[in-house]
């Protein structure tokens, strides 16, 4: 039995070539460049600025991992009784809270969600009724 090697005779010849256009420093960069780029421009981080007293401190130009997370552990902690996620989102804002996301709504579902998995906050109703409450 005779097996064909052909195919990979013309990968090993590619992966040659390669090597040798990547042992050039700057043929590296260039590379770099073309496939983190890809043409693109990157966009600034997503900014969340609090104003107020209490948060002060928290807020910066840039959200920081988790800043989302934590803002709206302290909003939730000053609701009395159940609300949903645009009465959060609507009083993050009152708070100050100004959210780059495009789709407000889709990043405090997901604050939410993870607020819930880690027992910050319990959900109750059903989906298009949905309320949370804080864990006491």
Excluded: W
Aim: with cysteine; net charge positive.
């Amino acid at each position: 039995m005779k097996l064909d090697t052909s195919r990979l005779d013309a990968k090993i010849r590619k992966y040659q070539m390669l090597k040798e256009l990547l042992s050039d420093p700057e043929m590296v960069t260039a590379c770099f460049e073309i496939i983190s780029g890809n043409g693109h421009n990157h966009t600034e981080p997503a900014k969340t600025q609090g104003k107020g007293a209490s948060l002060a401190e928290a807020a910066r130009a840039t959200t920081q991992r988790g800043e989302l997370f934590e803002s709206a552990k302290v909003v939730a902690a000053e609701f009395p009784d159940k609300f949903s996620a645009s009465q959060l989102l609507t009083k993050m804002k009152e708070m100050g809270f100004q959210l780059a996301a495009k789709r407000e709504d889709v990043a405090i579902a997901g604050v939410l969600k993870r607020l819930v998995k880690r027992d910050v906050l319990r959900k109750s109703g059903q989906r298009g009724s949905t309320r949370y409450e804080l864990v006491r």
